[in-house]
């Protein structure tokens, strides 16, 4: 299509040309009329042989994209046509006798068309070059603006995830901790509510503090160890200090099956007046560093010097262990106790059991506290019966 | 020794009384463990629901903008 356009184009001045005079300066002839047929024939063919090389060549350069170019192909295919007629006219004749008023309207016709067309034509190509510049712009920005709103989507997706994960470990260690304590407190009330429905039943008997407390620490135990693989060993001790005011003493002990499996050989290293590496983590949670002292790695502990092996058979046997000293509200600073949580499992007493331990122990200990001052106060069992209903 | 710590260290001594609860406090343990599972299962239903009761109501919303 561009290429008849530019042929037309050419034709036109030359059509002109030589129609004007034929028709109006010269009477109408064969002569005349194959003439100016054959003068359009060869402007069109001219313009089409000439626009096609002129656009193959900026086609070949990379240039069609620039609409001046364009102007001056245009412009130089009038020209050719301008210099084609006025050579035609010559061989009929003279050049200047060819310009009359005619003539001169037909050039000045096409030439006005063509640079109404080229004018068109340059005005389309900047508004589309234009259009096409903002609109790649603003695809360019759409698509920064969806990465940018992609990548910050998927921060906030990565975020949120996060942080529903870590809300939901947090409550399933308060649930935890919840259900094992509202389990022991059930148990309590069904005792209760049994004992109420004996003929002669005590608040003691009912309450049995002594034995509560064993349930308190087994409970503590069975729980922790159940988050133990298969095979490995847990044991819970309760340390008091001694008679002689200065050594921590093994009171009870418990794996799961049997009671008291501490030695209790190794007083050199429970005096609370001992320092640097002779310290136990028992001694160390009553003392100043305490009242947690949390061991996730023996070894590793030991070689920083914060832990000390009694035995080297204790190597293999304790591999992770937590100690917490219960302040109790008694008079004396001495009415206080160490448990202790140990296991042959490297590692265990970290992340997020250290986390639940560091609730779950001193809420153990609370209520272990609440069930001696109970036993301790009503040691009587017939001093409290329950009243007749 | 406190009269309350020596009185502490009768009741922990007392190794039948360790004996008689350990079957009450696995069975302490184990109900728990059962609450747990109890509460994380109705903690899901409840999520589910919240999501499946949510979803009707955004989106028309979403259709109408």
């Known amino acids: 299509m561009p290429h008849s356009v530019h042929a037309l184009t050419a034709a036109a001045p030359l059509w002109f040309a030589q129609v004007a005079p034929a028709t109006n300066l010269a009477p109408p002839s064969w002569h005349n009329i194959v003439v100016n047929l054959l003068a359009l024939v060869a402007g069109v063919a001219a313009g089409g042989i000439f626009a ?51 003539t001169l309207a037909a050039y000045g016709t096409a030439g006005g068309l063509l640079a109404g067309s080229l004018g068109m034509k340059w005005i389309i190509t900047v508004t589309k070059e234009s259009t096409k510049t903002t609109v790649d712009a603003l695809k360019a920005k759409i698509k920064d603006v969806e990465l940018s709103s992609d990548a910050r ?57 002594e034995l509560q ?3 308190l620490i087994q409970v503590l135990h069975g729980h922790v160890a159940k988050q133990l693989p298969t095979g490995s060993r847990l044991r819970v001790g309760i340390y008091l200090l001694g008679d002689d005011k200065i050594t921590l003493e093994p009171a009870f002990a418990w794996d799961g099956e049997k009671s008291n499996v501490f030695s209790g050989k190794y007083a050199e290293y429970m005096k609370i007046t001992s320092h640097g590496r002779a310290r136990s983590a028992v001694v160390q949670a009553w003392g100043p560093d305490g009242p947690f002292i949390f061991i996730a790695d023996g070894e590793e502990a ?37 448990i202790t949580l140990d296991s042959d499992q490297a590692a265990f007493f970290s992340g997020d059991l250290e986390v639940e331990c560091r609730l779950l122990v001193p809420a153990f200990s609370r209520r272990i506290e609440l069930e001696l001052l109970a036993s301790f106060l009503a040691p009587n069992p017939q001093a409290s019966t329950i009243p007749p209903r | 020794m406190t009269a309350l710590m020596r009185h502490f260290r009768t009741v922990l001594s007392d190794e039948s009384a360790a004996r008689s609860v ?7 343990v184990r109900r728990a463990e059962v609450t747990v599972e109890r ?22 919303k979403r259709s109408a903008a």
């Open chain 1, 213 to 215: 407390i064993h349930r």
């Open chain 1, 153 to 209: 989507i998927k921060v906030i997706q990565t975020e949120s995830s996060e942080t529903i994960r870590a809300l939901e470990k947090e409550r399933d260690r308060v649930l935890r901790i919840e259900a094992v304590v509202g389990e022991v407190m059930q148990a309590k009330l069904s005792r209760l509510v049994a004992e109420l429905q004996k003929e002669n039943g005590t608040l003691a008997t009912a309450l049995a503090p």
């Open chain 1, 302 to 338: 030991e070689r920083q010097g914060r832990f000390c092996y009694f035995n080297p058979a204790q190597r293999q046997k304790l591999r992770s262990m937590v100690a917490y000293c219960h302040y109790m509200k008694g008079p004396s600073p001495d009415d206080a106790f160490v």
């Open chain 2, 39 to 60: 509460h994380k299962t109705e903690n899901a239903s409840r999520q589910d629901r919240q999501l499946a009761e949510s979803k009707p109501q955004t989106e028309p």
């Open chain 2, 22 to 28: 350990s079957q009450e406090a696995r069975e302490i």
């Open chain 1, 52 to 102: 096609y090389a002129g656009r193959r060549i900026l086609a070949k350069k990379g240039w069609e994209a620039y609409p001046h170019l364009l102007a001056v192909l245009d412009a130089a295919i009038v020209v050719l046509a301008g210099i084609l007629t006025s050579s035609m006219d010559l061989w009929k004749r003279s050049a200047w006798l060819s310009l009359d008023p005619y």
